[in-house]
């Protein structure tokens, strides 16, 4: 079975400023990984996945996310965040046989001006 | 990606009754997940939903409570049976995609209050 903890249940950032979600994962078999993102009275939106390859992998809207296989971590980063990213951030594990996702406990993001 | 549509999009629900939710897909897929999202927590698989059989809950979930509709590859159905207000949540249809299915894409949720 997989499980996921992401460290910071709320993260508040200025605008302009980087930022780093944290999320780690424990499994016994090899995963993929995913950040999800929802925005307030919204849904789910995929902002990136690992799969293979690759360690560092980009998203949507100027994210990217570094998975370290040692360390069990796929951190999510941002170099400089705006307003809109204001959301609730998701990370996510499966394994590779099962598509079902296993989810941290979110973490919200709030970007002050 | 996935085009994923649910209805209702929100609905304010008598406690005692039930509710169906339905979710229809672009395209074709072998699987569908139904999750929920209770107020201010993360998401809970419920079940897997395969075209022409039944479906499996995960621990916590039974059928009598969330029975699951798969009648053909682009639809599937979740009722939510004998309301409470613990049922008050999200509810969001997902399927799998990606070569070897290995991405799961959300549709943008059932909000339902049991009053």
């Known amino acids: 079975a997989q499980s996921v903890t992401q460290l910071d249940s709320q993260v508040p950032v200025f605008e302009e400023a980087p930022v780093e979600l944290r999320c780690n994962y424990s499994?016994?078999?090899?995963?993929?990984l995913f950040w999800y993102v929802q925005y307030p009275n919204q849904g789910l939106q995929l902002l990136l996945k690992?799969?293979?390859?690759?360690?560092l992998v980009k998203g949507i809207n100027g994210f990217e996310a570094e998975f370290n296989k040692s360390q069990t971590s796929f951190h999510l980063r941002k170099p400089s965040v705006h307003i809109s990213d204001t959301a609730e951030y998701f990370c996510?594990?499966?394994?590779?046989?099962?598509?079902?996702?296993?989810f941290g406990q979110g973490t919200r993001l709030t970007i002050n001006p | 990606s996935a085009v994923i549509s649910q209805k209702p999009s929100r609905d304010i629900c008598q406690r005692g009754t039930s509710l169906t939710i339905q979710c229809q897909v672009d395209?074709?897929?072998?699987?569908m997940f139904w999750y929920r999202q209770q107020p201010g927590q993360s998401l809970t698989l419920i079940a897997t939903?395969?075209?022409?059989?039944?479906?499996?809950?995960e621990s916590g979930f039974v059928i009598d409570k969330f029975p699951i509709s798969r009648p053909n590859l682009t639809f599937s159905t979740l009722t939510v049976s004998n309301m409470s207000p613990e049922d008050s949540s999200i509810y969001l249809c997902?399927?799998?995609?990606?070569?070897?299915?290995?991405?799961?894409?959300f549709g943008e949720g059932s909000w339902l209050t049991v009053v």
């Open positions: 395209s074709q897929v072998t699987m």
């Open positions: 996510a594990v499966s394994d590779r046989k099962a598509q079902k996702l296993v």
């Open positions: 690992y799969l293979s390859g690759s360690t």
């Open positions: 997902s399927v799998e995609r990606g070569s070897g299915g290995n991405t799961i894409y």
């Open positions: 499994s016994s078999v090899s995963v993929y």
């Open positions: 939903a395969n075209q022409g059989s039944e479906a499996t809950y």
